[in-house]
Structure formats: structure tokens, C-alpha cells
């Protein structure tokens, strides 16, 4: 859930008032649900890029830092592990 996205995405139908009242609306609901259920925000499962969008940002960042003058060896990073999750009351 990307929210300055929608709220863009929002804004350039409707009028900014009334897309920044959807997204906080949005955000309303969000949280009581998460504190209702008693459960973390997973922000990955929002993430959805696909193999192309992702070789092509990193073929972007690249060329970007070859043009600065640098030379790139790319290769994979270990995982990490997740945040914690931080329970309230």
C-alpha cells in the first residue's frame, strides 16, 4: 500500500482535499484492523515488482554510477532478518 502513490493517483481525479481524506481514511481503517487482530503491518506484501521492473532498476543504478565514473560488480546480499513486531498495551 503505497500511499503517497494512491493519494496521487487519487488527487489527479478528484480534487487534493478530498484525495488526502480518502488516503487518511485508509490509514484509519488499516490500523484499527491491525489493532483489532492484534497483528504486525507486513509491508512486503504490498512489494510487487516483478523480475523485469527489478533488472531494470538495477541496469538503471548501474549505468548511473558507470557514468560517475565508478565500475559495479553487482552480486546477491544474504537475507536479513525481519523487524520485530511491537505490540501496544
Known sequence: MCIGRTFW???SRL???KAA???A???VVSVYLLLR??????????????ARQEEREKKRAVTALERLGDEITLS????TAPVP?????
Open 9 to 11: 493517483r487519487l488527487a
Open 15 to 17: 480534487d487534493r482535499k
Open 21 to 23: 481524506m480518502v488516503v
Open 25 to 27: 481514511h485508509t490509514i
Open 37 to 50: 487482530e492484534g497483528t504486525c503491518y507486513d509491508e512486503s506484501r504490498y512489494d510487487r515488482q516483478d
Open 76 to 79: 546477491p546480499v544474504t537475507s
Open 85 to 89: 513486531c511491537v505490540s501496544v498495551g
